[in-house]
């Protein structure tokens, strides 16, 4: 089946370090997204990509970068982790010909900093 | 600006009674609405949108939502609830003939289910 993969899924690392979170989809979709849940707050949009040469920041782009490798790879990266960047963090995506704006999320990585 | 409110954080029903969870939304365009179920240690999963066409809307498990546009709801029901839909549940909204950029979320509401 298309899908939407995410590695890692789980990662603890140390106030100060750089990380980069990866997002992979076989769907064939020009859209993808990243988004943060945290507890009682629902998903917050960090950024988001219309194709590999637009990236648009979202709600909460402080402390955050992106880079589209290409149509089926979206990563974020931290470039100095704090403990408030602790949180769930999901990959989406959309099919621009379908409308509608559906999006198709990945499992997951939940991110500890220390 | 567009925004989602979820009443209720978490919503607690027995097995077999219905379920109602509340979502009201505010968008200066018509909106597309979505609920999205999350198990846990899952991504999220669609469980039905409404796009413009029938206001009463038909999702997977026996869920469905009505868009009253009066009411700028869009309440998710389910007639007999299951152990198995205990889950965290979130309302979207994008705006209608835009939706490059993202879905903004509700908080969520946790649906909790008494045996």
């Known amino acids: 089946d298309a899908d939407v993969t995410q590695t890692p899924r789980n990662r603890i690392t140390k106030t100060g370090k750089r990380i980069m979170l990866e997002c992979s989809q076989t769907?064939?979709?020009?859209?993808m997204y990243w988004y943060r849940q945290d507890p009682g707050l629902g998903l917050r949009l960090i950024y988001y990509?219309?194709?590999?040469?637009?990236?648009n920041k979202g709600e909460i782009s402080d402390g955050y970068s992106v880079s589209r490798q290409a149509q089926a790879k979206f990563s974020l990266s931290l470039e100095s982790a704090i403990p408030n960047q602790t949180a769930l963090y999901f990959c989406?995506?959309?099919?621009?010909?379908?409308?509608?704006?559906?999006?198709?999320f990945g499992p997951g990585t939940r991110l500890t900093v220390l | 600006a567009q925004s989602v409110t979820q009443l209720g954080s978490h919503v607690s029903v027995s097995e077999g009674a219905l379920v109602l969870l509340r979502c009201n939304y505010s968008?200066?365009?018509?909106?597309?609405l979505f609920w999205y179920v999350q198990y846990p240690n899952q991504g999220l999963q669609l469980l039905l949108k409404?796009?413009?066409?029938a206001t009463l809307v038909k999702g997977i498990n026996g869920f469905e939502a009505e868009f009253k546009k009066s009411e700028t709801s869009f309440h998710l029901t389910k007639p007999s609830a299951h152990m198995s839909d205990a889950a965290e549940y979130f309302c979207?909204?994008?705006?209608w003939g835009g939706g490059a950029d993202g879905l903004t979320f509700g908080k969520g509401t946790h649906l909790i289910i008494q045996p």
């Open positions: 989406a995506t959309s099919d621009r010909e379908k409308g509608g704006n559906e999006q198709f």
């Open positions: 769907k064939g979709h020009d859209r």
């Open positions: 968008s200066s365009v018509p909106p597309y």
């Open positions: 979207a909204v994008s705006e």
């Open positions: 409404y796009t413009s066409a």
């Open positions: 990509s219309f194709d590999v040469k637009d990236i």
